[in-house]
T-cell receptor
Framework: EPEVTQTPSHQVTQMGQEVILRCVPI?????FYWYRQILGQKVEFLVS????????KSEIFDDQFSVERPDGSNFTLKIRSTKLEDSAMYFC????????????????FGEGSRLTVL | AQSVTQLDSQVPVFEEAPVELRCNYS??????LFWYVQYPNQGLQLLLK??????LVKGINGFEAEFNKSQTSFHLRKPSVHISDTAEYFC?????????FGTGTRLLVSP
């Protein structure tokens, strides 16, 4: 069964360092997402990406964050200068369609990348 | 804007007992609702979804949910829980090309 894969599963970094989290969405999906979950808290929307551009971003997604789809398969989240409060689980997700089909509106999530900022 | 409220942060229950996890939603567009489960140290897995049609939706692992438009609710139920159902459960509503999640309910099943 197709799945969303994320790397690394866990990354430890020093405050101020740049981090890149990588995701391979399901191949025929068109919409891509990053969500964040601080330990024990809710799953928060960061950004959505469609047709090679950001379609929506939350207020959390400030200038230190960026996303990119550098080739036909990868979808990355970059944090330029990490802060302690960036420590969280970051989930990548993808979606096939929002208007029709059995998977309408359903997001398929990866296992997550745990980021620890020291 | 779309939002979801999960009133119970934690629900303790004994094995083989029934359980209901509550979810209320607010949406100004067509209502699509989802329940996801997160087992410890894992990602989010879809349990079930309501897009249209029958208001009673059956999902994986014996879970079901009922869409109630008048009460704007989408409560998750299971008639008999197992130890292995211990997990975090998230209700979500469709927004504009994204899902909006509730704060989650931790289901704790004890023997």
């Amino acid at each position: 069964e197709p799945e969303v894969t994320q790397t690394p599963s866990h990354q430890v970094t020093q405050m101020g360092q740049e981090v890149i989290l990588r995701c391979v969405p399901i191949s025929n999906h068109l919409y891509f997402y990053w969500y964040r979950q601080i330990l024990g808290q809710k799953v928060e929307f960061l950004v959505s990406f469609y047709n090679n551009e950001i379609s929506e971003k939350s207020e959390i997604f400030d200038d230190q964050f960026s996303v990119e789809r550098p080739d036909g398969s990868n979808f990355t989240l970059k944090i330029r200068s990490t802060k302690l409060e960036d420590s969280a689980m970051y989930f990548c997700a993808s979606s096939e369609s929002w208007t029709s089909g059995l998977n309408t509106g359903e997001l398929f999530f990866g296992e997550g990348s745990r980021l620890t900022v020291l | 804007a779309q939002s979801v409220t999960q009133l119970d942060s934690q629900v303790p229950v004994f094995e083989e007992a029934p359980v209901e996890l509550r979810c209320n939603y607010s949406s100004s567009v067509s209502v699509y609702l989802f329940w996801y489960v997160q087992y410890p140290n894992q990602g989010l897995q879809l349990l079930l979804k309501y897009l249209s049609g029958s208001t009673l939706v059956k999902g994986i692992n014996g879970f079901e949910a009922e869409f109630n438009k008048s009460q704007t609710s989408f409560h998750l139920r299971k008639p008999s829980v197992h130890i292995s159902d211990t997990a975090e459960y998230f209700c979500a509503v469709r927004g504009f090309q994204k899902l909006v999640f509730g704060t989650g309910t931790r289901l704790l099943v004890s023997p």
